[in-house]
């Protein structure tokens, strides 16, 4: 799992809910956009990304369009705002879900979970 965010107490709020969703997950934390882009060049295999929409070096707009251009991992945008258009663009992004902070952890733990199952019977009927 990795979560790119710079908003620190959004990021502990994520990791706790990550906990409530799976035990043993190791969630990784960047506030770069950049650095998340290298961490998914070297070949780790993650279960979804966690964006926030200002990160130090890029906006996470521009991160989940990087990101789209490589990759199908379940991605999800947590941010303060309420704009609709926001959530629009978010999901027009490649964004698979939009959640507002702050958040209940059992909401997005069960959305994460969602996300990721979607992806598996995906995964599992595009092999068939």
Sequence with gaps: ???VDTDADA???IKKAIKIFQYDCEAVIY??????????TS?????AIVVGLKLSDMSGFELVKQIREDYDIPIIFVSH?????LLEKALDSGANSYIIKPFNKNIFAASL???IRRREWESQFNKE
């Excluded at 070949?43 to 279960?47: A, D, P, Q």
């Excluded at 705002?81 to 258009?85: E, S, V």
């Design 31 to 40: 506030s770069s956009g950049k650095k998340c882009l290298n961490d998914l």
């Design 113 to 115: 979970k969602a996300i």
């Design 11 to 13: 990021v502990d709020d």
């Design 43 to 47: 070949n780790k295999v993650h279960e």
């Design 81 to 85: 705002d309420k704009d609709i258009k």
């Design 1 to 3: 799992m990795i979560i």
